[in-house]
C-alpha cells in the first residue's frame, strides 16, 4: 500500500522518519516522502489511501514558515471523511493550536515537554494498534497533551519523573480513521521492536476504510 509520509522540521530530521519507515521493510508499505511542504497539495494526497504526519507546522528544517493554511485543513478534513486514513506521530502535532480543523481532527494537540528523559510507554486494555506490544522505556521527548475528544479512545500512556500523559489514541472522523502516537523524537524510538509493531498495527489500522467506532472489546483467540 502507498503511504504519503510528510516529515521534516527545525526540530524533527526526516532522517528519523525515513529510518524508522524503513525498518518496517516494503513488502507490505510503499512510502513515498515530502520533506518540503510547498510539494504537497490536494490533488497530490488524493492519490493516496494513507498519509504518516510527522511534521510540525513549518515548511521544512530550513523553511520555518508555517505550511498549514485553511484551505490545507479543509483538504486534510475532506481526505479522511471521504475514507482516507491519518496517522499522526510525534511532531504531527505540533503548531495547530489554533488551527481548529485540523486539531478537531487529530483530537489533541503538543502543549510542552520537559528534557529529554527516560520514557516508559505502557499499552492500556486491548486495542488493535497496542496487538502484540510489551512496556517499553526509552530516552525520549515526552510530550504533554492537551486533549479533550471525548469519542477518541486512548490506547497508550506515557510515564516519566515529569508525569503520566495519554501517548495515543484512535478516532473515526467520517468514513476515515485516524490515529496518534506522541513517542517518536529519537530515531532509536522509531527503530524500537514495541514501537515498530506499533507502527505497523497502526498503518494497517488506519488504512481500514467505513470502521465502526472501536468499542475496546477484549482480544479473542
Known amino acids: 500500500m502507498k503511504v504519503l509520509v510528510l516529515c521534516d522540521d527545525k526540530w524533527h530530521p526526516a532522517s528519523n522518519s525515513r529510518t524508522g519507515l524503513a525498518a518496517l521493510g516494503t513488502d507490505e508499505w510503499q512510502f513515498d516522502f515530502i520533506e518540503n511542504a510547498r510539494e504537497w497539495s490536494a490533488e497530490r494526497m488524493a492519490q493516496y489511501p494513507l498519509v504518516l504526519l510527522t511534521k510540525s507546522n513549518q515548511v521544512s528544517s530550513v523553511d520555518h514558515e508555517p505550511w498549514l493554511t485553511p484551505e490545507v485543513e479543509t483538504a486534510f478534513l475532506e481526505f479522511v471523511r471521504t475514507g482516507g486514513g491519518l496517522l499522526v506521530v510525534h511532531s504531527g502535532t505540533i503548531g495547530y493550536r489554533e488551527m481548529p480543523g485540523l486539531l478537531g481532527l487529530i483530537g489533541g494537540v503538543f502543549v510542552q515537554h520537559p528534557p529529554q528523559c527516560e520514557v516508559t510507554i505502557t499499552p492500556q486494555g486491548y486495542h488493535p494498534i497496542t496487538a502484540n506490544v510489551e512496556p517499553f522505556t526509552i530516552r525520549d521527548e515526552h510530550y504533554f497533551m492537551e486533549t479533550d475528544d471525548p469519542e477518541a ?69
Request: hydrophobic share 30%; proline share 4%; with cysteine.
Open 153 to 221: 479512545h486512548y490506547f497508550l500512556t506515557t510515564i516519566s519523573e515529569h508525569g503520566t500523559q495519554e501517548g495515543g489514541w484512535m478516532r473515526n472522523e467520517g468514513k476515515g480513521r485516524v490515529c496518534v502516537l506522541t513517542p517518536g523524537h529519537n530515531v532509536e524510538v522509531w527503530l524500537h521492536p514495541e514501537f515498530q509493531t506499533m507502527l505497523n498495527n497502526a498503518l494497517h489500522w488506519c488504512s481500514e476504510e467505513n470502521p465502526d467506532a472501536f468499542s475496546g472489546t477484549e482480544q479473542t483467540a
